[in-house]
């Protein structure tokens, strides 16, 4: 075979390629152009002399005995608000899913349809849901700190309520994906929707439920300290007043003990989880 | 027996634990489920509508929009570049003190959240969406990172080798040998995160970070609060459309 050299070492897929890299610059543009893209700016002398001096703080982290008190506390609290929030969650998804549950139908019997009310019914708790869950908890933490307060309060709130709807879209789906015809038997056979429930759905998805409760339960520890930095108590509160003052040592003391309490609480919702399954 | 001992023990502690946390709030509880604090929460939403209209506003809040989606953008690419970089050494291509340096420092960017990323990275940097962008970087450069390390090691390595030892350079072969076995997973994580990270990139603002969130917290400060309400329907809007799209190019575009 005779070719050119050239076109012996092209690149079979290079209009592709090309395409793809000239698209790819395009979108990235305007995308710099938005987000103020600059990297100079960490370089330039006032921020310079700031980040110096803040991460000159930064070491040793701070260890005197009275900041390990507040360590200590503020640690408990943020759990405190996490399992507080997670609990009132649940007390709210677990009627909503339920509420939601298709296979709880009775009018659905025998006719395979809803009626038009139980279906109008569901489909607007499910929009409570989607509502609950996307308005992000750091919005929620804003309104409750508004309404009730800086505190503790806000984040358990928050919490409640962004993880009552993640929580009972999770649980909806993990009733409706188990195999319904147990359930359907015992309504049909006239037994009472929370009986039918109890016998019949309840048995087969307790642990999933009980897993995913877990779970998110780890979620709420690490987003409890997020909601602290709008005010809404606990580690991230603390946190938050440290960075104000520039206290690096502080901050490093705040995040490691963070750190270390996602990882328990990662490592405790793991044997958790194991046990259960 | 035992098992049911168990059980009962741990259902104990667990409501122990339960009891304590509910213990150990301050604030007045009574309080929350008063009828005063009820009336006062549906002031305070009832407040939001109708959410402003005027159009110079409108246009802010569509240019905050912007914003956002281009910070939840930036972000996820850069973190896809460094979390690439990282990805080889955690990989353990290079060897393993290589490895164990990298895995580390994934695990720190990913311990930390965004939020924190957002408020240190301000201190230095100053307000505006440029260091909410180098935020969501470190924190999905961490997670992305150790996922592509993940598909990489699970990638067979021989069509690599056997291009290295035909004498093909280093980045040659992995780029031809290496990397195209892990697109479609490379792929489908980006835009998992990036979807995530349109979440992420609304809330940003609230420690300065732009986009929608910093709007938000200033005319919530302010007490607008038919402002919010515009920019709590934006935040809505963007998150739902974000949640569709995804859905969709998972269903049907992916198989």
Known sequence: ?277 | MDRLMARAGLACGVLAFIIACFMSLSGDWSGLFSREAASRMLELVTSFFPPEADPAFLRKTAYATLETLAISWMGTLLAVIAGLFSALPAAGLWGTVSKSIARMLLNALRAVPELVWAALLVIAAGLGPFPGTLALAAHTTGVLGRLFAEALENAPREPYLALRRHGVGPVAALSYGLLPQITPQLTSYTLYRWENNIRAATVLGVAGAGGLGQLLYYHMGLFHFQETGTILLAMLLLVGLADTCSTWLRTRAMP
């Open chain 1, 1 to 277: 075979m005779l070719l050119a050299k050239s076109q012996r070492w092209r690149d079979p897929a290079w209009p592709g390629r090309v395409t793809g890299a000239v698209v790819f610059l395009l979108v990235l543009l305007p995308a710099g152009y938005l987000t103020e893209f600059n990297p100079g700016i960490f370089f330039d002398a006032t921020s310079l002399r700031v980040s110096k001096q803040f991460l000159a703080t930064f070491f040793p982290p701070a260890h005197s005995l009275a900041f390990m008190q507040l360590l200590g506390r503020s640690a408990w609290k943020t759990v405190a608000i996490a399992t507080s929030g997670m609990v009132l969650a649940l007390a709210l998804a677990i009627p909503l899913s339920l509420l939601t549950n298709r296979t709880l139908s009775i009018s659905r019997l025998g006719v395979g349809t809803m009626g038009v009310i139980p279906a109008a019914v569901r489909t607007g708790l499910r929009w409570v849901l989607n509502l609950l869950r996307s308005i992000p908890e750091l919005v929620w933490a804003l309104i409750f700190v508004r309404a009730v307060g800086l505190g503790d309060t806000a984040g358990v709130m928050a919490i409640a309520l962004t993880y009552a709807g993640m929580v009972g879209k999770v649980f909806l789906e993990i009733y409706e994906s188990q195999d319904t015809r147990a359930t359907e038997a015992l309504l049909a056979n006239g037994a009472r929707r929370l009986h039918a429930f109890f016998y019949g759905t309840l048995p087969s998805c307790l642990p999933e439920l009980v897993s995913y409760t877990v779970y998110r339960w780890e979620c709420a520890i690490r987003s409890s300290v997020v909601l602290g930095f709008v005010g809404a108590g606990g580690l991230g509160q603390q946190m938050e007043l440290s960075m104000r003052m520039l206290a690096g040592g502080e901050v490093l003391s705040f995040l490691l003990v963070f750190v270390g309490l996602v990882w328990l609480a990662d490592q405790i919702s793991q044997r958790l989880r194991a046990w259960i399954d």
